[in-house]
């Protein structure tokens, strides 16, 4: 049963990563924010390493420190008020960790899980998402054909966050068109697997600090046991994979809102008009408990989502929730945030402007909220 109260190793968790994002993600996210798209900031990758945050994606019994739904999304949500940049990486290393836990063989988990926990700092890639495709899995055009003891990748994925810098792709590719769904397979590809490109990389108005560009895959050779699942599961895998992270997409927005709300209410309250604080007229105070009513309830939908994963049950259409309506709150904030703001929010030095910018990508990523809506409608 879900508790509106934290474990003290909950706590323990929300404070350490607090600081870390206090620390360590703020102080540099909007240096990244400002930098030429290209690959990931190897500052983010000493992070993602001296933290050990990939250990908390995978079970002890291969070298982790595996921790439950609701406690990851506290965590995501620290990452989220720090850097949606640094938050956006984290999450797609954890579709990839997810894919491998639920369709990896045992010696795929031992290898490839492994491989993310070097001190370091690594992250992995997923893949599905195709120019002409977006959403529909069915069309995917990228295929994988059987030689012998290897199957041959050809296609392009786009767009792929952590291109150029993951020690693995996960692939989904077609092996039999005429099979829909059903042809729909998923595959590890090493990083540095000859055959696979990438770039050029998005010139993108928010989520700078995120490596995104296409990955093209020509004639790459991987070998049977790179096969995750049985041949026809892919479509299944990917499902589960999806419906899991939208819940934490909207963790990340959920700390999102919540910082561009305390600048505000910050502003709120130092800002004076004839000798009095902004704050105290309704036209800046309602908004302001608008907000934060909406960030308890986007935090509690995300709780939702986390306590049905924990239990085994299906969270499809309580992900699709959770994502949705706190992305559409993190843009609601920073809008009104802008506004509370004035002028001052349009300076690139003030964080304001960033969170803005970033808000409007979380109603992209993971689906839009257009599929969100598809995905809750079709329970009804």
């Known amino acids: 049963m879900i508790s509106f109260t934290l474990s003290e190793h909950q706590r323990e968790l929300q404070q350490k990563f607090r600081e870390t994002g206090e620390l360590h993600l703020r102080p540099v996210a909007a240096e990244i924010d400002r930098a030429a798209p290209g690959p990931l900031d190897r500052r983010f990758l000493d992070i993602l390493g001296s933290e050990g945050l990939i250990s908390l994606l995978v079970p ?130 090493p990083g540095d697997t000859p055959g696979v490109t990438c770039g050029p990389y998005y010139d993108k108005s928010g989520h700078r600090g995120v490596p995104i560009a296409t990955v093209t895959f020509d004639n790459v050779e991987v070998p049977k046991e790179n096969l995750i699942g049985t041949p026809g599961s892919g479509y299944l895998l990917l499902m589960q994979a999806v419906d899991s992270g939208r819940a934490f997409v909207g963790a990340s927005c959920v700390g999102l809102a919540r910082a561009a ?82 002028q001052k929010s349009i300076h690139r030095s003030v964080l304001m402007e960033k969170l803005q910018r970033d808000a409007q990508l979380t109603r992209i990523v993971e689906g839009t909220s257009h599929i969100q809506k598809a995905v809750i409608s079709s329970q009804l």
């Open 60 to 189: 002890e019994e291969y070298g982790g420190q595996h921790v439950d739904a609701i406690t990851l999304a506290v965590i995501i949500e620290e990452l989220g008020w720090a850097s949606t940049d640094f938050a956006a990486v984290f999450q797609s290393t954890f579709h990839a960790v997810k894919t491998i836990l639920v369709g990896g063989s045992p010696e795929q988990k031992k290898r490839f899980l492994k491989e993310l926990l070097a001190p370091s700092g690594r992250v992995a890639a997923f893949c599905p998402t195709e120019e002409q495709g977006g959403s529909d899995s069915s069309s995917f055009r990228t295929t994988a054909r059987l030689s012998g003891d290897r199957y041959i990748l050809n296609g392009e994925k786009t767009p792929v966050i952590n291109a150029g810098s993951a020690a693995f792709y996960i692939v989904w590719a077609n092996m039999d068109t005429d099979r829909g769904r059903s042809g729909i397979n998923a595959f590890v590809v």
């Open 261 to 342: 709300l305390e600048i505000a209410l910050e502003h709120a309250k130092k800002r004076t008009i004839k000798s009095r604080p902004i704050i105290s007229n309704q036209g800046v105070s309602f908004p302001l408990a608008d907000l934060l009513t909406h960030l308890e309830a986007a935090r509690l939908l995300v709780w939702k989502a986390c306590e049905l994963m924990n239990a085994g049950l299906d969270h499809s259409a309580a992900s699709s929730m959770a994502k949705l309506f706190a992305s559409e709150l993190a843009v609601r904030a920073t809008s009104e945030g802008m506004l509370i703001l004035g």
